[in-house]
């Protein structure tokens, strides 16, 4: 696994980025799983799949868990009261959706993520998050 000092430094590198949809360069424009999608190749080099095209609306649309079960093919879940700063966390917005945000966590109680009308930020782990926190996964010990 890359140190969690990696795995941070690259999630901070992207703070400011302008917030694109379905877009993952730095400086440029990303959006949640851009982010992500951008800190894994910081680490490993490459992405492990090819990302298809989505809408906005894409897990209310298809009511699947298409962003976890991503999440289960290249990186390792885990616990949520396992979870320590450099990990990936995914989000469900609403309770009967499928999980839609992702972040990388960065501190105990920050975490790095972008969403519409924001440039990629370090955001404070609010009650309001922790209650739409359903996933948790470790970046791989090594490039699955």
Not at 17 to 26: E, G, I, N
Not at 51 to 75: K, S, V
């Given at each position: ?28 424009g ?10 894994y ?16 609306d ?18 390792t ?68």
């Amino acid at each position: 696994m890359p140190s969690r000092d990696a795995i941070i430094s690259a999630a901070r590198s992207w703070v400011g980025t302008p917030y694109l949809h379905q877009a993952s360069v730095k400086g440029v424009g990303a959006d949640c799983l851009g982010v992500v999608r951008g800190v894994y190749r910081d680490l490993y080099g490459a992405e492990p799949e090819q990302t298809p095209p989505y809408t906005a609306d894409w897990a209310e649309a298809r009511g699947q868990e298409t962003l976890r079960d991503a999440a289960m093919r290249h990186l390792t879940p885990i616990a949520k009261s396992a979870r320590q700063p450099g990990d990936v966390l995914l989000f469900r917005m609403l309770p009967k959706n499928p999980a839609k945000h992702a972040a990388i966590q960065v501190t105990d109680h920050h975490m790095v993520h972008a969403y519409s009308g924001h440039a990629v930020m370090e955001g404070i782990l609010t009650d309001w998050w922790e209650r739409r926190l359903v996933y948790v996964f470790r970046f791989p010990e090594g490039r699955n």
